[in-house]
């Protein structure tokens, strides 16, 4: 009697689908030197930016809802660092940030997260603030 297999089938969960996408776009985008990459990390509470080279495996800047200027900004009576303002803040201070070692440009990466509300809003204020990409 032949052996029977059963598949099971399972919805991919949220954190997966976000895990593949990220893996996805990661084939594709890579920061060098010239042009580094500006990986965006987002969790509930948090918005974390970094300037990456790839080719020499440094982090070149470094910005998050957690930087102690930040939250002194965001400090209020409905102070939180997981909104669009936070994030806002954020890019403006990456692209502060780059400006200083002279990074004029950068390959966005939105780290499997989609282009819409926090994400867009850190991209949007870097540009603002004078990154190209």
């Known amino acids: 009697m032949p052996r029977q297999f059963s598949v099971q089938a399972g919805a991919m969960t949220r954190r997966e689908s976000t895990e593949k996408r990220h893996r996805r776009i990661r084939s594709k985008v890579e920061g060098t030197g010239e042009r580094p990459r500006l990986a965006v990390f987002r969790s509930n509470n ?5 300037v990456i080279d790839d080719e020499a495996g440094r982090t070149l800047a470094a910005s998050s809802t957690l930087n102690p200027e930040i939250r002194q ?3 209020g009576e409905d102070a939180s ?3 669009v303002e936070a994030a806002r803040m954020v890019g403006a201070k990456i692209a502060e940030l ?8 950068v390959c966005f990466d939105r780290g499997g997260f989609r282009y819409h509300g926090r994400v867009q809003a850190l991209a949007d204020a870097a540009r603002e603030a004078g990154l190209n990409f």
């Open 81 to 83: 660092s997981g909104n």
């Open 46 to 50: 948090h918005i974390y930016a970094q």
């Open 98 to 105: 780059c400006k200083q070692k002279n990074i004029e440009k």
């Open 73 to 75: 900004a965001l400090a």
